[in-house]
Every structure is written in C-alpha cells, then in structure tokens.
C-alpha cells in the first residue's frame, strides 16, 4: 500500500431524506421516514414535481432519482412525499464540515453532502487506516444521525469511486494495487467524469469497461475527445494529481447556481441563463472592488453528476459582458449535449486591480465600459436589482426555478 497520500472522499448516505428524517425526529415526528416508502421531492402541482431522494423502502418498489412524483406514485401507492429543505442542509452540511476540520486542516467541500480529506499526515498518529475511517464513521452516526460512506485512496479521483462502491455505511479503498481488480471491470459510464454522450461514443467504439479505456490506444481517444482525452485516460488508469484544497485557504469566490424547472438540452437556453448570472457575479465583483482572474462554470446533469470547468485568464476583469464571453467559451468547449438540470458560474483568484497592458484606444474603451458599468450597478442599486438588464435576459425567465 503506497502511504505517500491518505486521501479520504466522505460522502452521506441519501443526504437529503436523512438530514429530513433526523431534523423530523428531533422535532418530535414518530416515524424515521428512512423506514418507510418516502421521498423528497418537489411540487407536484409545478413541473419541478420529481423524486429528489428517496428511501431504501421506496427503492425496492422501483423508485427512482429524478422520476416524476406521479410515476414514483404508480409503483408505490403508499408513498409519502416530503419537501426539500436547502436550508436545513447547509446548516448540517456546515457541522459535518466542521467535525472534519477537527480531524484536518485540508478539508474541500465538493457538494453539499461530500468532502475530500488530505488525512496523509493522519497515518503517523493511526497506524490503522482502516480501523481510523470506522472510528469516524461510528462517530458521524453518534453525533449527527446519519450514516456515510468512506472512500481511501492515493488521489481524490480513486476515493471518490472508492465511496461509490457498495453503500450505505462502507469503507472501500481503491490503492494503487487495486485499480485492476476494482476499477476495470466497472462499466466505462461509471469512470467519473464521463457522462451519457461520452460513455455512448465510447461503447459504439468498443470501449465497455473502465479496463478497455484505461488500455486503449490514446491517438486513437484524442482523435474523437480532443483534450478531454488525457484526462479521461489517465482517470482509467487511476492517475489523478490534483490536491485537497481547503476553503479557508482558497481565495475569496463569488459565485451563483440556478437548478432549471426542467433538463436543459438547449445550449441557447444555457447561455441566456449563463447571461444573467454573468451580469449577477459582475455586480457582486464590482461591489467588493475586486477582478477575477479565474472562471469556472458549474453542471449538473440529470443524473445528478457535478462537472466544473474553468480557465485562467491572461487579465483579470470585473466586466459582466467578459465574464458572460468567458463562460460561454468554457460551456462550448465542454458542453456535449446530455440534460443539464443546473448551471451556474463562479469566480475566483481576486485582484484589486486589472493588470493588463493596455494601448491608449484600449484604454479608453475599458475605461467607457467601467463607467457605464457603475452607472448601470448604481441605478440597479437605487432603483432595484433588474432596473436595467440586457434585453435577452427577459427572454429567458421561463427557465428559471
């Protein structure tokens, strides 16, 4: 077992109905709704009205995640449907983020309900990795009501596969060693990170398994996934660099995420949301004094799979319409037709000024672009935060949530 890196990828177990069924039970409800058929879900009376969660009892009758609550119903008359409640799952996705800065300082959030944990110094004080990983298990169930499983790797792509294994309530490792026993037999749509399309392309050409990608010829994927390919072999292969970052030493980020009232195939579509929330963060970066230099956009398939792309960009700004040219860039390098049910942009690397060497014609158009931007936020401010917004926002309101 290489002990160079001990990353751990923790995970709850169906987060939001057991955050509902414990926060149920500690205001007196009778019933655990996890042993029960129930669901959280949306309003039925809206086309949001689909299973968001649901319990290991509705599971056996055949629910599924993202179902309409209608069809969910057919197959279990019985079913008990309960609201979500984003609020009530920050606030427990804040403590369970907590609990783990006692354990580390290197904690990153990657959702709402997991985390990655940098625990390679934790192996000089629990000479038992294994052993250490249940112990925190037991004590998440103590202290929060909630089971969770527990990926151990080398890097943070093995553990999260890891705690995809078998659940709920596992540990799994997934070392170097086991990467050929564990990983290559899997279906090549369970590799993390490729989605319906690519898994799709990737089966018409012959590629089934997480083992036939992770052997494949990588002339012959960079000819059909462009630079998608490097990473999409070297995740088959269990390689993965990337590095646990801890938020409190991440620079400052201003970001926004809207979750669509239905699945989104239409890029015009994502882009008039993408408008809007350019216009949203640029007002936030503006306010503070700051520019960004780096931009990332957020999906969400419908299958609930979380992609994040970003780029660096040469000069940091603070002007809506670049951060709008910016993502749009990003969403046609990476978008590839599947459902997105979320979209949303972020923001980091902040800078208190623009450092871009600019020629005297450049300059003045920047400068006439930042005072018209101030005096666009200042009437937005008098008057009302859609007081001025670009014309082809107000097209695309029926997509909002």
């Not at 007196?28 to 968001?52: F, H, L, M, N, Q």
């Not at 709402?112 to 037991?138: P, Q, T, W």
């Not at 790797?153 to 309530?169: G, H, I, Q, T």
């Not at 860039?329 to 990476?334: F, I, P, S, V």
Request: glycine share 4%.
């Amino acid at each position: 077992m290489n002990q160079e890196r001990v990353i751990f990828h923790i995970d709850v177990n169906n987060a939001f109905l057991s955050w509902t069924a414990v926060e149920m039970l500690n205001q007196g409800y009778k019933t655990d709704i996890r042993t029960i058929p129930s669901v959280i879900g949306g309003d039925e009376a809206k086309r949001c009205g689909i299973v968001v969660a649901k319990s290991p009892v509705a599971k056996k009758y055949g629910v599924v995640t993202a179902e309409t609550l209608y069809s969910a119903r057919k197959k279990c008359p019985k079913l008990e449907v309960f609201p979500a409640d984003h609020s009530l799952y920050n606030r427990e996705s804040d403590k369970l983020y907590e609990y783990f800065l006692t354990l580390t300082p290197q904690v990153e959030r990657y959702s709402v309900d997991e985390c990655f944990l940098d625990m390679s110094g934790m192996r000089y004080l629990h000479e038992d990795i294994l052993l250490f990983a249940n112990e925190i298990k037991n004590e998440i169930y103590a202290k929060f009501g909630v089971t969770v499983n527990i990926g151990i790797a080398n890097c943070k792509l093995c553990a999260k596969m890891a705690s995809d294994f078998e659940k709920p309530n596992k540990i799994h490792t997934l070392f170097p060693g086991e990467v050929k026993t564990k990983m290559w037999p899997l279906p090549v749509s369970e590799l993390f990170m490729v989605g319906k399309s690519s898994s799709d392309k990737l089966i018409n050409l012959g590629i089934k398994t997480i083992g036939d990608l992770a052997n494949a010829d990588y002339g012959m994927l960079k000819r059909y996934f462009k630079s998608v390919a490097i990473t999409m072999h070297n995740y088959a292969n269990g390689i993965d660099d990337s590095l646990v970052i801890s938020e409190r030493a991440k620079n400052k980020s201003i970001s926004t995420t809207e979750t669509l009232v239905t699945d989104i195939t239409d890029k015009a579509v994502l882009k008039k949301v993408l408008k809007r929330q350019s216009e949203e963060v640029g007002r936030d970066l503006r306010k503070q004094g700051f520019y960004a230099r780096c931009i990332a956009i957020i999906l969400r398939t419908g299958k609930f799979v979380n992609y994040t792309h970003q780029m660096k960009l040469v000069n940091a700004t603070n002007i809506s319409d670049d951060i709008y040219k910016f993502a749009v860039e990003l969403l046609n390098k990476a978008y590839q037709g599947e459902p997105i049910r979320l979209i949303g942009i972020r923001l980091t690397d902040f800078h208190l000024e623009n450092t871009k060497q600019l020629s005297l014609f450049d300059n003045y158009k920047t400068e006439t672009t930042d005072k018209v931007q101030k005096v666009v936020d200042s009437i937005n401010d008098k008057f009302g935060t859609n007081s001025i917004i670009p014309a082809s926002i107000l097209e695309e309101k029926d997509c909002k949530d």
